[in-house]
């Protein structure tokens, strides 16, 4: 593709009559592109007041279905392109169709942006379109479980026993000091050297504590990506006999899901994005569902960007800590760690003794080893 055509297709259907002159002719490919570029992008020339003009016998937007569009997007543009459109067309122009209707639904390629949408409209999504929603569903979260599951378990697992060794030889569990220790009578006065003789492992314990963790996660409007990944989380943690997990999700109402805590996909396909938030509400909740405040440990998942009164919250909150029960707030629960919430709140909350913070999945589970060791 030259790059006058490049220059069109970034610029749109108003610059064609300038670059016809600098000999800027679209090649049949690149009207293609234009067109499929002008369905989703022309939009934004609507949203200003001006008409769609239509061209006698051009390949005009308009002869476009969303369903040959997708097609065609996907088959003109690379990969890195289609979910960039993709996801301006759902986040931008609100072209919902693509998750609604099941023959565009089922060439959409699964990934969390996809989910995200999925998990926004769960409640119009209905028969045919349902089945294919939990398809995806399930493959995107295996996705991102098969990411996150070696390393959260390996942390969450077992822990070094500082006082026993192994004769197992795994090179992250070598004892330097002891093997110091243990060799200086083989030193070397002549040569000035260690001899070592034998080498000393720590063994690997087994954490079998009986912690119970809470996980109490937002699920406004917001809060999708955390929703997610609180998910996988709580499947991660629920295979680990060491825990009993228990997961609530709440807007202005609280729903118990730790009957689905091991199933992070049927827990994301009852999950309804949207609406308000009551954050004391679900705390409260929470605070009877703690059967030994020593051993619980209660993660909320939140924007903290509370729609009750902040008064109530803060209560809610300093008398689970004056019950000695381990407090985190998480502003964020996903891969990149971007935090967007209320400072204010999460401040006088910190104060109360619930710790802030803005973790990743891996991040969380070493601070919970260091919680609860």
């Given at each position: 593709?030259?790059?006058?055509?490049?220059w069109?297709?970034?610029?749109?259907?108003?610059?064609?009559?300038?670059?016809h002159?600098?000999?800027?002719?679209?090649?049949?490919?690149?009207?293609?592109?234009?067109?499929?570029?002008?369905?989703?992008?022309?939009?934004?020339?609507?949203?200003?007041?001006?008409?769609?003009?239509?061209?006698?016998?051009?390949?005009?937007?308009s002869?476009?279905?969303?369903?040959?569009?997708?097609?065609e997007?996907?088959?003109?543009?690379?990969?890195?392109?289609?979910?960039?459109?993709?996801?301006?067309?759902?986040?931008?122009?609100?072209?919902?169709?693509?998750?609604?209707?099941?023959?565009?639904?089922?060439?959409l390629?699964?990934?969390?942006?996809?989910?995200?949408?999925?998990?926004?409209?769960?409640?119009?999504?209905?028969?045919?379109?349902?089945?294919?929603?939990?398809?995806?569903?399930?493959?995107?979260?295996?996705?991102?479980?098969?990411?996150?599951?070696?390393?959260?378990?390996?942390?969450?697992?077992?822990?070094?026993n500082?006082?026993?060794?192994?004769?197992?030889?795994?090179?992250?569990?070598?004892?330097?000091?002891?093997?110091?220790r243990?060799?200086?009578?083989?030193?070397?006065?002549?040569?000035?050297?260690?001899?070592?003789e034998?080498?000393?492992?720590?063994?690997?314990?087994t954490?079998?504590?009986?912690?119970d963790?809470?996980?109490?996660?937002?699920q406004s409007?917001s809060?999708?990506?955390?929703?997610?990944?609180?998910?996988?989380?709580?499947?991660?943690?629920?295979?680990?006999?060491?825990?009993?997990?228990?997961?609530?999700?709440?807007?202005?109402?609280?729903?118990?899901?730790?009957?689905?805590?091991?199933?992070?996909?049927?827990m994301l396909?009852?999950?309804?994005?949207?609406?308000?938030?009551?954050?004391?509400?679900?705390?409260?909740?929470?605070a009877?569902?703690?059967?030994?405040?020593?051993r619980?440990?209660?993660?909320?998942?939140?924007?903290?960007?509370?729609?009750?009164?902040?008064?109530?919250?803060?209560?809610?909150?300093?008398k689970l800590?004056?019950?000695?029960?381990?407090?985190?707030?998480?502003?964020?629960?996903?891969?990149?760690?971007?935090?967007?919430?209320?400072?204010?709140?999460?401040?006088?909350?910190?104060?109360?003794?619930?710790?802030?913070?803005?973790?990743?999945?891996?991040r969380?589970?070493?601070?919970?080893?260091?919680?609860?060791?």
């Amino acid at each position: 593709m030259s790059k006058l055509d490049r220059w069109r297709l970034v610029l749109g259907k108003y610059a064609d009559q300038r670059l016809h002159g600098l000999g800027g002719n679209l090649s049949d490919t690149s009207r293609r592109m234009d067109a499929a570029l002008e369905f989703l992008y022309g939009r934004e020339y609507q949203g200003r007041g001006l008409r769609s003009e239509l061209g006698p016998g051009s390949l005009d937007p308009s002869q476009l279905t969303l369903v040959t569009w997708l097609g065609e997007v996907r088959e003109l543009f690379p990969n890195d392109t289609v979910e960039v459109i993709e996801k301006h067309a759902l986040d931008r122009y609100g072209l919902t169709e693509l998750v609604t209707d099941p023959k565009t639904l089922e060439r959409l390629e699964p990934n969390q942006q996809l989910l995200r949408m999925l998990l926004t409209l769960r409640g119009h999504l209905k028969g045919e379109v349902l089945h294919l929603a939990r398809r995806i569903v399930k493959q995107v979260v295996d996705e991102i479980r098969d990411k996150l599951e070696s390393e959260v378990r390996q942390a969450l697992a077992g822990r070094l026993n500082r006082f026993r060794h192994s004769p197992m030889a795994i090179a992250q569990n070598f004892d330097a000091p002891g093997t110091v220790r243990r060799n200086l009578k083989h030193y070397d006065p002549e040569r000035q050297k260690l001899v070592i003789e034998q080498l000393r492992f720590f063994e690997r314990n087994t954490r079998r504590l009986p912690w119970d963790i809470i996980l109490c996660v937002d699920q406004s409007g917001s809060m999708a990506d955390s929703v997610i990944h609180s998910a996988v989380m709580a499947g991660i943690l629920a295979g680990l006999p060491a825990f009993r997990v228990k997961l609530v999700v709440f807007d202005t109402s609280v729903v118990d899901l730790s009957e689905h805590a091991d199933d992070p996909v049927e827990m994301l396909m009852r999950v309804q994005l949207g609406g308000g938030t009551d954050i004391a509400q679900a705390v409260r909740y929470c605070a009877q569902l703690v059967e030994n405040p020593h051993r619980t440990v209660l993660v909320l998942v939140t924007d903290f960007c509370e729609g009750a009164q902040p008064g109530e919250l803060v209560r809610a909150v300093k008398k689970l800590a004056e019950a000695r029960v381990k407090l985190l707030g998480l502003a964020a629960l996903d891969g990149q760690s971007h935090p967007v919430y209320d400072r204010q709140m999460a401040e006088r909350l910190a104060a109360c003794g619930m710790e802030i913070a803005a973790l990743t999945p891996q991040r969380l589970a070493h601070w919970l080893v260091k919680v609860i060791s």
